[in-house]
């Protein structure tokens, strides 16, 4: 079974600034996917990046960005020049690779992000 | 072209109901699949299926959960009788068919279920 752990249950971050959320994990598989999830007030899971495993150039999405560590199976988001918008739950997830069938995501527990005037 | 639908978006129910959750998923999608979000346990699967047939449905809590798919545009997730520790927020969602490792999951706006 693979597990997801995000460590900060809270973060704070002034607006224009850079953050960086943390997730480790556990897994015996060899080919997967990571992501990250952003769910704001309104409750909606966006998703904000996907890393595939086999690839080790990090993953960037305009300001979001990865610290992808296969060996240290740690996988950060980086938020650069922070928006007020960002605020929200922050969730990474993890998935194994599949083939024809469907995979489930396998949670952290959720970084609260407030980005600050 | 409409996202994940889910209804109803909002249910107060007593101790003892019957509940049931429906949702459309994206048209095309083949795998739906059932999350619940609580407090204490955070975000996790309940149940999911691929072409209409239950896959995995080792998260399903005990026996007043049920989760049917009858046809590629609808599943329900019922329960009876509800408890108040079965307070969450249900979401569901859609995956479309592919070869790859991975096929994107697209969620819908969730079901905030109240059991008093």
């Known amino acids: 079974a693979q597990t997801v752990t995000q460590s900060q249950p809270e973060m704070s971050v002034q607006e224009a600034e850079t953050v960086t959320l943390s997730c480790t994990y556990d897994?015996?598989?060899?080919?997967?996917?990571l992501f990250w999830y952003k769910q704001p007030p309104s409750r909606q899971m966006i998703l904000v990046i996907r890393?595939?495993?086999?690839?080790?150039q990090n993953a960037t999405e305009n300001r979001f960005s990865v610290n992808f560590q296969k060996a240290a199976k740690s996988f950060s988001l980086k938020i650069s020049d922070s928006q007020l918008g960002d605020t929200a739950m922050y969730f990474c997830?993890?998935?194994?690779?599949?083939?024809?069938?469907?995979?489930?995501?396998?949670f952290g527990t959720g970084t609260r992000l407030q980005v600050t005037l | 072209d409409a996202g994940v639908i889910q209804s109803p978006r909002h249910e107060v129910t007593e101790m003892g109901q019957e509940v049931t959750l429906r949702c459309k998923p994206i048209s095309g999608h083949n795998s739906l699949f059932w999350y619940r979000q609580t407090m204490m346990r955070g975000l996790e699967l309940l149940i999911y299926f691929n072409n209409n047939v239950p896959i995995d449905d080792s998260g399903m809590p005990e026996d007043r959960f049920s989760a049917k798919m009858p046809n590629a545009s609808f599943s329900t997730l019922k329960i009876q009788p509800s408890e108040p520790r079965d307070s969450a927020v249900y979401f569901c969602a859609s995956s479309p068919p592919g070869t790859s490792g991975y096929n994107e999951q697209f969620f819908g706006p969730g079901t905030r279920l109240t059991v008093l």
């Open positions: 997830a993890f998935m194994r690779d599949h083939t024809g069938t469907a995979s489930k995501l396998t």
């Open positions: 897994t015996s598989e060899s080919n997967y996917y």
């Open positions: 890393q595939e495993a086999y690839k080790q």
